[in-house]
Protein backbone atom coordinates (compact mmCIF):
# COMPACT_ATOMS: atom_id res chain seq x y z
CA UNK A 1 0.00 0.00 0.00
CA UNK A 2 1.57 3.45 -0.99
CA UNK A 3 1.80 6.18 1.89
CA UNK A 4 1.04 9.29 1.32
CA UNK A 5 2.60 12.13 3.67
CA UNK A 6 -0.23 15.04 4.25
CA UNK A 7 0.86 18.76 4.11
CA UNK A 8 -1.09 21.28 5.44
CA UNK A 9 -2.35 22.39 1.95
CA UNK A 10 -3.66 18.78 1.36
CA UNK A 11 -6.01 19.23 4.57
CA UNK A 12 -7.61 22.22 3.18
CA UNK A 13 -8.33 20.78 -0.12
CA UNK A 14 -9.53 17.35 0.87
CA UNK A 15 -13.12 19.08 1.21
CA UNK A 16 -13.22 20.57 -2.32
CA UNK A 17 -12.23 16.88 -3.83
CA UNK A 18 -14.55 15.08 -1.60
CA UNK A 19 -17.83 17.06 -2.94
CA UNK A 20 -17.01 16.56 -6.10
CA UNK A 21 -15.82 12.74 -5.93
CA UNK A 22 -19.01 11.73 -3.29
CA UNK A 23 -21.36 14.32 -4.05
CA UNK A 24 -23.09 17.19 -1.70
CA UNK A 25 -25.75 17.97 0.63
CA UNK A 26 -27.40 21.22 -0.44
CA UNK A 27 -28.50 23.75 2.22
CA UNK A 28 -32.16 23.24 2.40
CA UNK A 29 -32.26 18.98 1.32
CA UNK A 30 -30.74 18.35 4.91
CA UNK A 31 -34.15 16.78 5.57
CA UNK A 32 -33.95 13.68 2.88
CA UNK A 33 -30.99 12.60 4.71
CA UNK A 34 -32.39 13.71 8.12
CA UNK A 35 -31.90 10.02 9.88
CA UNK A 36 -28.49 9.80 8.79
CA UNK A 37 -27.64 13.64 9.46
CA UNK A 38 -29.36 13.41 12.99
CA UNK A 39 -27.93 10.23 14.11
CA UNK A 40 -24.07 11.61 13.52
CA UNK A 41 -24.36 14.87 14.89
CA UNK A 42 -26.20 13.31 17.85
CA UNK A 43 -23.47 11.11 18.51
CA UNK A 44 -20.94 14.09 17.33
CA UNK A 45 -22.66 15.37 20.77
CA UNK A 46 -22.09 12.52 22.86
CA UNK A 47 -18.35 12.36 21.82
CA UNK A 48 -18.12 15.88 22.69
CA UNK A 49 -19.25 15.56 25.99
CA UNK A 50 -16.38 13.29 26.24
CA UNK A 51 -14.01 15.06 24.64
CA UNK A 52 -13.88 18.65 24.46
CA UNK A 53 -13.28 20.35 21.46
CA UNK A 54 -13.80 23.14 19.44
CA UNK A 55 -15.57 23.78 16.50
CA UNK A 56 -12.55 24.12 14.39
CA UNK A 57 -11.13 20.97 16.15
CA UNK A 58 -14.26 19.11 15.03
CA UNK A 59 -13.58 20.64 11.27
CA UNK A 60 -10.23 18.90 11.14
CA UNK A 61 -11.81 15.79 12.66
CA UNK A 62 -14.35 15.73 9.76
CA UNK A 63 -11.19 16.17 7.52
CA UNK A 64 -9.43 12.70 9.47
CA UNK A 65 -12.07 11.27 9.14
CA UNK A 66 -12.71 11.42 5.12
CA UNK A 67 -9.06 10.67 4.97
CA UNK A 68 -9.08 7.87 6.71
CA UNK A 69 -12.22 6.70 4.50
CA UNK A 70 -10.19 7.77 1.13
CA UNK A 71 -7.28 5.51 2.45
CA UNK A 72 -9.66 2.40 2.31
CA UNK A 73 -11.33 3.67 -1.08
CA UNK A 74 -8.10 4.56 -2.88
CA UNK A 75 -6.21 1.77 -1.23
CA UNK A 76 -3.48 4.74 0.31
CA UNK A 77 -2.26 5.60 3.48
CA UNK A 78 -2.69 9.23 4.20
CA UNK A 79 0.19 10.21 6.87
CA UNK A 80 -0.98 13.58 8.47
CA UNK A 81 0.43 12.78 12.24
CA UNK A 82 3.15 15.28 11.84
CA UNK A 83 0.06 18.22 11.40
CA UNK A 84 -2.65 16.92 13.38
CA UNK A 85 -2.64 16.94 17.30
CA UNK A 86 -3.87 13.64 19.02
CA UNK A 87 -6.84 15.08 20.39
CA UNK A 88 -8.33 15.44 16.87
CA UNK A 89 -7.16 11.89 15.67
CA UNK A 90 -9.05 10.86 18.97
CA UNK A 91 -11.91 12.29 17.95
CA UNK A 92 -12.25 11.45 14.42
CA UNK A 93 -11.59 7.61 15.24
CA UNK A 94 -14.81 7.97 17.75
CA UNK A 95 -16.71 9.38 14.55
CA UNK A 96 -15.46 6.42 12.27
CA UNK A 97 -17.10 3.80 14.94
CA UNK A 98 -20.67 5.28 13.99
CA UNK A 99 -20.06 4.47 10.22
CA UNK A 100 -16.82 2.46 9.60
CA UNK A 101 -17.50 -1.40 9.43
CA UNK A 102 -13.72 -2.14 9.56
CA UNK A 103 -13.56 -0.19 12.68
CA UNK A 104 -16.99 -1.17 14.45
CA UNK A 105 -17.75 -4.85 13.74
CA UNK A 106 -21.24 -4.28 14.69
CA UNK A 107 -21.85 -2.77 11.41
CA UNK A 108 -23.18 -5.36 9.35
CA UNK A 109 -22.81 -4.43 5.13
CA UNK A 110 -24.97 -6.32 2.64
CA UNK A 111 -21.99 -6.77 -0.38
CA UNK A 112 -24.75 -7.15 -2.75
CA UNK A 113 -25.95 -3.94 -2.64
CA UNK A 114 -22.44 -1.91 -1.77
CA UNK A 115 -20.34 -3.33 -4.97
CA UNK A 116 -17.40 -1.23 -3.47
CA UNK A 117 -15.59 0.71 -0.64
CA UNK A 118 -16.56 3.91 -2.33
CA UNK A 119 -20.44 3.09 -2.51
CA UNK A 120 -20.46 2.07 1.20
CA UNK A 121 -18.54 5.41 2.22
CA UNK A 122 -20.59 7.97 0.16
CA UNK A 123 -23.05 8.32 2.18
CA UNK A 124 -21.24 9.27 5.43
CA UNK A 125 -18.96 11.91 3.22
CA UNK A 126 -21.72 13.47 1.94
CA UNK A 127 -22.97 13.87 5.97
CA UNK A 128 -19.38 14.90 6.70
CA UNK A 129 -18.92 17.35 4.16
CA UNK A 130 -23.00 18.47 5.34
CA UNK A 131 -21.73 18.92 8.78
CA UNK A 132 -18.55 20.24 7.98
CA UNK A 133 -20.37 23.56 6.28
CA UNK A 134 -23.05 23.63 9.41
CA UNK A 135 -20.21 24.46 11.60
CA UNK A 136 -19.14 27.54 10.05
CA UNK A 137 -22.60 28.80 9.52
CA UNK A 138 -23.07 28.46 13.37
CA UNK A 139 -20.13 29.24 13.90
CA UNK A 140 -21.54 32.60 11.70
CA UNK A 141 -24.65 33.12 13.69
CA UNK A 142 -23.93 31.99 17.78
CA UNK A 143 -19.71 32.39 17.18
CA UNK A 144 -17.56 30.15 18.38
CA UNK A 145 -18.75 27.29 19.55
CA UNK A 146 -22.23 28.03 17.63
CA UNK A 147 -21.84 24.43 16.21
CA UNK A 148 -22.14 22.68 19.69
CA UNK A 149 -24.64 25.10 20.84
CA UNK A 150 -26.95 24.70 18.45
CA UNK A 151 -26.71 21.02 18.90
CA UNK A 152 -27.33 21.48 22.50
CA UNK A 153 -30.58 23.54 21.19
CA UNK A 154 -31.93 21.64 18.17
CA UNK A 155 -30.89 18.18 18.20
CA UNK A 156 -29.95 16.02 21.25
CA UNK A 157 -33.90 16.36 22.29
CA UNK A 158 -35.36 15.69 19.01
CA UNK A 159 -36.38 11.96 19.25
CA UNK A 160 -34.48 8.76 19.66
CA UNK A 161 -32.62 7.80 16.87
CA UNK A 162 -32.30 3.99 15.56
CA UNK A 163 -28.82 2.04 15.60
CA UNK A 164 -27.05 3.01 12.57
CA UNK A 165 -29.45 5.03 10.44
CA UNK A 166 -26.61 6.67 8.55
CA UNK A 167 -27.72 3.81 5.63
CA UNK A 168 -30.22 2.97 4.60
CA UNK A 169 -30.85 -0.71 5.32
CA UNK A 170 -32.15 -1.68 2.09
CA UNK A 171 -29.10 -0.42 0.59
CA UNK A 172 -26.37 -1.21 2.93
CA UNK A 173 -27.20 -3.38 6.31
CA UNK A 174 -27.95 -7.07 6.52
Not at 34 to 43: A, D, F, I, S, V
Not at 77 to 104: C, G, T
Amino acid sequence: METVKLKEYDLKRVIARARKEYGYINRGDEDLYYPQLGYMEHKIYDVYEEIQITDRELQLALIISIYDLKSIVDDKEYDYIDIVDDKAIKYAKKLQMLFNPYLNKDIYINKSMCKSNKDLFILPIKCMLRIYDSIDFWRERYGVGGYFKMLEEMVINIMEIGKYPYALEEDYLV
